[in-house]
């Protein structure tokens, strides 16, 4: 039996080399959490939260599914969202896709990936919505990258459609919610145009991103 003691070794020599920076790091670290983001991402070993936006631990919330998908049905994800707004009252959520995502392209060649395929479902509507912009795109890998973004808006437009949001905005709270892609090729985060600060902008914000994208 195969007890993976190397991933021990990883842990003791990066927790000691933590603390030689810092002594008192994981002593005012195990005290509380208190970030400012929460981060909604892919489940994709490439893209680290933390490490993109070099950040340190206790710094962002993050939640991570197959293809960072936001649906009003998956309780989980709500529960991160509720948690991270009136509990750690985080005031910036982060929805981040990345280009060439595995997720995505599956849901885009169809059925026959198995149990995933009922999550990806969300991203075939996705792609029904804006079809027209993407059957005008000749390359299959630049429709594919198109699809990472036209996801991640639709995402940010879900997360800003849920009654944790929608409550915040309604009690004053200063929540901002983004819509950002990032590129593992070069490892370097793309702003998609859409930032959404209270419900009235969403609309406005939701067509201007689309729209910029379609021209890209």
Known sequence: MKRLAHLFENNRHWANAVKARDPAFFETLARQQSPEYLWIGCSDSRVPANEIVNLL??????????????????????????????????????VCGHYRCGGVAAAMEGFGHGLVDNWLGHIRDVEERHHLQIEGIQSPMAQLDRMCELNVIEQVANVCSTTVAGSAWAAGS???????????????????????????????EYAKAVESVARN
């Open 57 to 94: 631990p206790g710094e962002l919330f993050v939640h991570r599914n197959v293809a960072n998908v936001v649906v009003h049905s998956d309780l989980n994800c709500l529960s991160v969202i509720q948690y991270a707004v009136e509990v750690l009252k985080v005031k910036h959520i982060i």
């Open 174 to 204: 200063p929540l901002t919610v983004h819509g950002w892609i990032y590129d593992v090729g070069d490892g370097l985060l793309r702003d998609l145009g859409i930032c959404v600060s209270d419900q009235e902008e969403l609309r406005n």
